[in-house]
């Protein structure tokens, strides 16, 4: 179940928690075991959450999840203040160092990375127009809310906080979030960059992975020496239910107490890479080949794929030659085809090996690859152990015999130009021969 907090004493709450009500179809219940102003009285319910209202500002409402029965997730509507104009955005909850805007010092809530992602895209649905949509840092409490959480707000000042339109686009993400698990294992906890997270909300944007508590740079610089903070590091990743991190930044300390702590920091290319495959897959390949940040790329096969591979190389000459025509076909041919492949220059060039699903997923990659020379060959034929191309081309000695000299005429000849020589034309299929080059397999 979905648990909604709307605060009375911010206006752009309550202006949200109308648009909820007006949005679906609620019935109205009374509980008179809790006080009307921690969330008691009247509250409302409909299909997949329960709504109650609060008479404090959201961070100073630790442990609100008692509130509701047994919710799954809480949402904390709310207003975002700044100079960013008109903007909906979304964070965890906590703080990374000081306490000064409610919750506890080094105090993190348990983040909500999956309905982050999720609400991060129906913001982009139902933006109004001239609305910027996006996430933050983890940035105020409360710090122990009783069940993951994020809040979900409405800016940046006060012409939005009572703007319809940005309320309701505000109140629909949220009840977009009716049955959408909080926690995902495809999750990074973002150390570094700014507090509008830009990095972290292009991973939310462009891959598959979710983020959970991001610690802006200012945050990293409260929380102080990571290594007397290592406690608060920790936290980070237990509370967003992952062992991975993207550090924005070079912040070797931090690196350090990471991995002290057994937990694992990836690129951003990582993630990328990693989006639609399977992480069991990518260990295994990563072993097997080398690694993702060494030029390893995974192809389409990959995505979802569970199953077991073989490790092949492929014929060098072949694929210098075919790369020498067209790198972007030969990308093309083996990413379609391989589960995973090796790469140079920057991850444009792929230098095999590769890893297959089968055996014979490697003959479609040579006969990919033969394709490609036709753009340069008139023939190409592919046999069993060897690739054969051939083209006719210019033959300097067929048109010395013929009488040419050296020159001009050679040049126009080679252009496939007639040319006189004593009277008599030399044409130039006269002096074309086939030459063939072979390609072992």
């Known amino acids: 179940m979905l648990a909604v907090v709307v605060s009375r004493a911010d206006s752009a709450s309550s202006h949200i928690g109308d648009h909820l009500l007006e949005l679906a179809s609620w019935t109205e219940h009374e509980d008179e075991t809790r006080s009307d102003a921690e969330g008691g009285g009247t509250y409302y319910r409909t299909e997949g959450a329960e709504l109650r209202t609060f008479e404090d500002l959201h961070l100073h409402l630790d442990g609100a999840a008692a509130a509701f029965e047994d919710p799954d997730l809480l949402v904390f509507a709310s207003r975002h203040s700044g100079e960013t104009g008109p903007l909906l955005t979304a964070h965890a909850t906590g703080n990374f160092g000081p306490a000064e805007y409610g919750g506890g010092a080094g105090s993190l809530a348990r983040a909500a990375p ?41 800016g940046s000042g006060e012409d939005e906080w009572a703007d319809p339109e940005g ?3 505000v109140a629909r993400s949220i009840l977009d979030l009716r049955g959408v698990a909080p926690t995902d294992y495809r999750t990074v906890v973002g150390f570094g960059g700014g507090h509008y997270a830009p990095r972290f ?49 070079d912040r070797p300390r931090l690196v350090e107490v990471i991995e002290e702590l057994g937990f694992e920091t990836v ?5 990328r890479e990693t989006t639609a495959v ?39 000459e072949l694929l210098e030659e075919a790369t020498g025509i067209d790198r972007e076909a030969v990308r093309e041919a083996v990413d379609g085809r391989a589960l995973a492949y090796e790469t140079s220059e920057g991850g444009t060039v792929v230098a095999g090996p590769v890893a297959l699903a089968d055996d014979g997923d490697r003959r479609g990659i040579v006969e990919a690859l033969a394709a490609v020379l036709e753009a340069k060959y008139d023939t190409v034929e592919v046999r069993d152990d060897e690739v054969v191309a051939a083209r006719e081309t210019f033959d300097p000695a067929l048109a010395r015999e013929a009488g040419v000299e050296e020159g001009p005429a050679f040049g126009r000849l080679a252009d496939g130009e007639t040319v006189e020589v004593g009277g008599e034309t ?9 030459r063939e080059r072979r390609f072992p397999l």
């Open 278 to 316: 399977p992480l069991e897959l990518v260990e295994r390949v990563e072993e097997a080949l080398s690694r993702i940040d060494n030029g390893l790329r995974f192809g389409t096969p990959a995505e979802g794929y569970d199953g077991e591979f073989v490790a092949a190389d492929l014929p060098a």
């Open 114 to 154: 999956n309905a982050l992602r999720a609400v991060r895209q129906a913001f982009a649905e139902h933006a109004p127009e001239g609305y910027d949509v996006g996430i933050e840092c983890t940035h105020h409490g409360p710090s122990t809310v009783g069940r993951p959480s994020l809040f979900v707000e409405l």
């Open 426 to 434: 030399v044409d130039p299929a006269d002096v074309r021969s086939a």
């Open 201 to 249: 909300d292009r991973v939310l944007a462009e891959t598959d992975w979710r983020v959970g508590h991001v610690a802006a740079d200012w945050a990293l610089e409260a929380m102080g020496d990571p290594r007397e903070a290592k406690a608060v590091v920790g936290k980070a990743f237990t509370t967003s239910g992952t062992e991975f991190a993207l550090v924005d930044g």
């Open 267 to 271: 690129s951003e290319t990582w993630l």
């Open 167 to 169: 309320a309701e686009a």
